[in-house]
């Protein structure tokens, strides 16, 4: 229903939806009429992003992105959009214009008022600029109205923004630059002039971004390699001062001699300690008086061999301490023949006693004794030797952490400086290639493209369709009015009984000939069919013994007079005797329109009602029209007596508007059943709603009738 709505609301205004197109359409013509033809250009130009075959370096691990490149496509696309860029093709656009005979344009209005002074003094700034690739000053007076002659032109930065059409196709490596005007060579000068603009420019960037980076990294490598050489100079320093030729061997033979004097200093512990025991077994063997004489008779020849082994623990004593070096082993052997000679003379120059026995014991006791001296003799020179050796060895201990340390910083300087090394390369090879990007299609000037005047002119009368489409959508979501019965029973929750068209002001003049009419006349068949539905189901809302009804609306105006006098007369046409009543005192229209020669406020206080007139078919009371109200006429128990002993089948009473309040709720006390009349087109407010809520609580409101409803627009 809403959408029937508001195509009602469409068909009603069709005219409108038609001439607005149309008027559209013809302004967008004349405009466009004289609008010069488009020519295209094209250019393309090959990044090397994304082309195998330009790649110097082709490793599979340096392969950007697809993210990265759709960046770095982005970032040339946009860098081609530069002002910069702009400003230089514009430059070289104004130049041509101004020194050619065949201009690209036509000159503008402002160009034409310049002197020929001034164009110099203009074509002289322009190739200052364009020579140092300078942007125009706009707060320089002069370099502003410059610039106002290039916008005249329009070959102004934003308008040949505009124009440029420049994107990358698909996922390929090449960047289109296209570019439209009236004028095919034209088009063809701005592309080449724009891409060679934009080459020079990213090569120059690209080319000093390069040397810059390269003389940054050759100054910090020769940083690095100083530091490197600093590091190793203070280890080799260090190493000089501190008497260092190779420090881990020399920690290593240091630790093998320790380890090997140690081994015999322990040797020579066992040594001593299993020659005392020895000795001490023999020892026991001995008579106190047989060692005696033994001692007695060899005291000589005992020194001589204590003599002999002082000297060769002497010898034995330098031996160690040189290291086993130096001769000496040559004299402990000479030493250790001699003593054996005079353990052998000992032994034949004298003859045992009977104990002689006891002669072996007592010569391996002497050579054992020997052996322990030299043990012994030989512990303190090993014990000294041991613990210079450990003294050395600690001391070589604070050495090796500085020298690792010396080292450590060598090896981190060495990687930096390496690193270094490398980017420099990397770095200094990219710089010596030239740059990837280049123009691999150069811009020709093309055919006229397809005229889009009727395409404009369409999408014109197209646009304005729309447009007057959403006005009316406006107009209907913001319309609160209410044209047939489904809206106004979905708005107040109260029955519908019916409704009536819209008369002229001809037509409700024959007032006393609608009923007059023969039924088979055309003229009124369906008011009288409307009234005649009305009257059915007014009819049936009124119970037995109920005959008064109120007629009402929610404002003046909705047709009340008209409804109530035909209703009375559709009653009356069921023979019943129908009385009509003008309640209504401040606008008795009733009464105006009827002249009745009887008034309310004489039957109220006579009680006294004459028969309708002779040649009408019903009686009708009308009001003189003071304002008053019907309790100031009459007290309510006479009046309702009065009601109760009128001799009429039904009682039609035209009350004021319900925005008149008591005026119409007194009728309403003494009312059957109320049926309002309700204006098609017109709102429910808010108060109004609150009215309608206060009679309608009252059970009476028998439901709407709405008049005056177009008969384009049906009540249903």
């Not at 001062?241 to 040797?267: C, F, P």
């Not at 409804?563 to 009356?572: K, Q």
């Amino acid at each position: 229903m809403e959408l029937a709505k508001y195509l009602k609301l469409l068909l009603k205004r069709w005219y409108i939806l038609l001439a607005v197109p149309i008027l559209t359409i013809a302004c967008t013509y004349y405009l466009v009429k004289d609008m010069p033809g488009s020519y295209r250009s094209q250019a393309k130009i090959s990044t090397g992003l994304v082309d195998e075959t330009q790649r110097v370096l082709n490793s599979q691990a340096s392969l950007p992105q697809e993210s990265q490149i759709n960046l770095e496509f982005s970032n040339l696309i946009e860098m081609m959009k530069l002002k910069k860029n702009l400003d230089q093709l514009s430059y070289s656009l104004v130049i041509h214009d101004l020194t050619s005979n065949k201009p690209y344009r036509a000159p503008s209005k402002l160009l034409q008022e310049l002197s020929e002074p001034a164009k110099k003094h203009a074509l002289d700034v322009y190739k200052e600029k364009f020579a140092k690739q300078e942007e125009l000053n706009l707060l320089d007076p002069d370099q502003n109205g410059l610039y106002l002659v290039l916008r005249s032109m329009k070959y102004d930065d934003e308008s040949l923004k505009s124009q440029f059409t420049i994107y990358r196709v698909s996922n390929s490596d090449f960047i289109y630059v296209e570019y439209s005007s009236e004028n095919a060579e034209l088009s063809a000068f701005a592309v080449n002039s724009l891409c060679q603009i934009f080459l020079t420019f990213y090569t120059t960037a690209v080319k000093e971004n390069q040397f810059k980076a390269a003389n940054f990294l050759e100054n910090l490598m020769q940083e690095k390699y100083q530091k490197m050489n600093e590091k190793i100079d203070g280890l080799k320093g260090y190493k000089i001062d501190n008497k260092i030729l190779n420090l881990n061997e020399q920690s290593k033979i240091l630790y093998t001699h320790l380890m090997l004097v140690n081994s015999e200093r322990d040797e020579a512990a066992k040594n001593i300690e299993a020659f005392n025991g020895a000795i001490g077994n023999i020892d026991s063997k001995f008579d106190p008086k047989d060692r005696r004489y033994l001692e007695s008779s060899m005291t000589k020849i005992n020194q001589e061999i204590i003599s002999t082994k002082d000297q060769m623990r002497i010898l034995s004593d330098k031996n160690i301490l040189n290291n086993f070096q130096g001769g000496y082993k040559a004299g402990l052997d000479s030493l250790q023949k001699v003593l054996n000679s005079q353990i052998n003379q000992l032994t034949d120059k004298y003859i045992y006693d009977p104990l002689n026995t006891k002669k072996d014991l007592i010569e391996r006791k002497l050579t054992l004794e020997v052996q322990r001296d030299i043990a012994r003799n030989s512990m303190n020179a090993l014990t000294s030797q041991y613990n210079s050796l450990n003294a050395k060895f600690n001391r070589l201990v604070p050495f090796e952490a500085v020298v690792q340390s010396y080292e450590r910083d060598i090896d981190v300087a060495t990687r930096e400086y390496l690193d270094v090394l490398n980017k420099y390369n990397q770095t200094s090879m990219e710089s010596s290639f030239s740059v990837k990007l280049r123009q691999v299609q150069t811009a020709m000037p093309g055919q006229a493209e397809s005229s889009k005047k009727i395409i404009l002119i369409l999408l014109a009368g197209i646009v304005s369709f729309i447009f007057c489409l959403l006005i009316f959508f406006v107009i209907y979501l913001l319309d609160k009015s209410i044209n047939n019965s489904g809206e106004l029973v979905l708005k107040t929750q109260i029955p519908v009984l019916g409704h009536l068209f819209l008369m002229d002001s001809a037509a409700k003049d024959q007032l006393y000939n609608i009923w007059n009419t023969p039924f088979n006349s055309s003229s009124f068949n369906d008011e009288k069919k409307l009234l005649r539905s009305i009257r059915f189901e007014a009819d049936q809302v009124l119970e037995k013994d109920e005959k008064v009804l109120s007629i009402t609306s929610l404002t003046p105006q909705a047709g009340k007079t008209f409804f109530s006098i035909n209703i009375a007369i559709a009653f009356a046409m069921m023979n019943k005797d129908v009385l009509l009543i003008d309640g209504n005192f401040t606008n008795p229209d009733i009464t105006k329109t009827l002249q009745p020669v009887q008034y309310i406020e004489d039957i109220l206080k006579t009680g006294l009602l004459n028969f309708r007139v002779e040649g009408f078919p019903i009686t009708i009371a009308g009001n003189r029209g003071l304002e008053s109200s019907l309790l100031e006429l009459g007290r309510h128990e006479d009046i309702q007596k009065l009601f109760d002993k009128l001799p009429f089948d039904i009682i039609i009473i035209e009350t004021e508007a319900l925005d008149a309040e008591n005026r119409a709720k007194e009728w309403f006390l003494f009312s059957s059943k109320i049926i309002g009349v309700f204006e098609a087109g017109k709102a429910i407010s808010g108060a109004d709603e609150q009215r309608l809520g206060n009679v309608n609580s009252t059970g009476k409101f028998a439901g709407w009738v709405i008049n005056k409803v177009n008969k384009k627009f049906r009540a249903n």
